[in-house]
């Protein structure tokens, strides 16, 4: 069963950075692409950012040139660094593999909640 732990989010306030860490197992995490995604209060859950197998990564358009998707396959830990954080950031941020996502198959953890201050 796969098990997905997200740490690292918090209260934050504008401007600043905040690094999310999202431990995996179960799975094959190396050969997998891995996401990160956000749920704002009243909102869908969307993709932020995407890291594949080879290391090529996709963003969402609201937060290129800010945040950054990275993956330690030794580890099985995929990172997300947030930088140059804005209000419309505050969210519940998840991880998960990206092929699950996009089939339904997948689960989902709890989250960790990041909070940006104005």
């Known amino acids: 069963q796969v098990q997905l732990v997200e740490s690292g989010g918090g209260l934050v306030q504008a401007g600043g950075s905040l690094r999310l860490s999202c431990r995996t197992s179960?799975?094959?995490?190396?050969?997998?692409?891995m996401g990160w995604y956000r749920q704002a209060p009243g909102e869908q859950r969307r993709l932020v950012a995407v890291?594949?197998?080879?290391?090529?990564?996709n963003y969402g358009d609201s937060v290129k040139g800010r945040f950054t998707i990275s993956r330690d396959n030794a580890e099985k830990t995929v990172y997300l660094q947030m930088n140059s954080v804005q209000p419309e950031d505050t969210a519940v941020y998840y991880c998960?593999?990206?092929?699950?996502?996009?089939?339904?198959?997948?689960?989902w953890g709890q989250g960790t909640q990041v909070t940006v201050s104005s």
């Open positions: 998960n593999f990206h092929n699950m996502v996009l089939t339904g198959a997948a689960t």
């Open positions: 179960g799975k094959i995490f190396s050969a997998s692409a």
């Open positions: 890291i594949f197998s080879g290391g090529r990564t």
